[in-house]
């Protein structure tokens, strides 16, 4: 099992290289401080899965999809601090496989790194309680339509938005704002074409990933 730490911190990267260098199942290729020398390990070496905290200095979330451009058979597993519902989809959808926290219990930073190699998913129990309280379905995440392009919305779109999150349905969003319910209907396709997401989970995905909601008002309402 090949693996690249990737942390701005030394402390943190000896830390986890003297943790993994424990397990004979593991080899650690290299480590790096930002996202130039991962870049360069990479293309150096050859490697399974990247321990990274893509928030610590140095380093970028889109590092993940120009990795994967280069290639796709590298998983990722971000160990990072406490990070918002909004940081946690955008690592998942861009591709990160599995999440844990730098306070987390060893064996489970060890876990995750072992579970990823073998192609599985990983969160930590601190990760798992983030994902329950703001309702995020691993599933929802359209992982394939992921791109780093701005999206472009009309107020309305956004006012729209907002109250799908909110566990509105069409009739009750055409009352709220003077609307037919062909018209509410016609907005929620553009919006779910633009935002290249295929349901109503999506939508609230991205109200609480560019935080227009809380998460706490994750509520999922039938599409009529």
Do not use: W
Not at 40 to 53: A, K, P, Q, V, Y
Not at 140 to 157: I, Q
Not at 174 to 202: D, E, Q, Y
Request: charged content about 20%; aromatic content about 6%.
């Amino acid at each position: 099992m090949s693996v690249i730490i990737a942390d701005s911190n030394d402390i943190v990267r000896i830390g986890l290289r003297t943790l993994l260098s424990n397990d004979p199942q593991i080899q650690i290729v290299g480590d790096a401080k930002n996202n130039e020398e991962l870049l360069s390990l990479i293309s150096s070496f050859e490697t399974r899965t990247i321990l990274i905290d893509f928030t610590s200095f140095g380093f970028s979330i889109d590092i993940i999809s120009k990795i994967h451009q280069l290639n796709k058979d590298i998983s990722f597993v971000a160990i990072t601090p406490d990070q918002s519902a909004q940081t946690l989809v955008d690592a998942l959808r861009i591709g990160v496989s599995s999440y844990v926290k730098k306070d987390c219990d060893l064996a489970e930073i060890l876990d995750a790194v072992k579970e990823t190699q073998k192609g599985n998913r990983y969160f930590c129990g601190q990760i798992l309680e983030t994902i329950q309280k703001a309702n995020i379905d691993i599933q929802d995440l359209d992982m394939e339509g992921f791109t780093c392009e701005a999206v472009v919305l009309t107020a309305r779109e956004s006012e729209i938005i907002i109250l799908i999150a909110e566990g509105l349905t069409n009739i009750q969003i055409a009352t709220n704002l003077f609307l037919s319910n062909h018209t509410v209907n016609t907005h929620r396709k553009n919006i779910m074409a633009k935002l290249g997401v295929k349901n109503t989970a999506g939508i609230v995905m991205y109200a609480v990933k560019t935080e227009l909601v809380m998460p706490n008002k994750f509520l999922f309402a039938p599409t009529i």
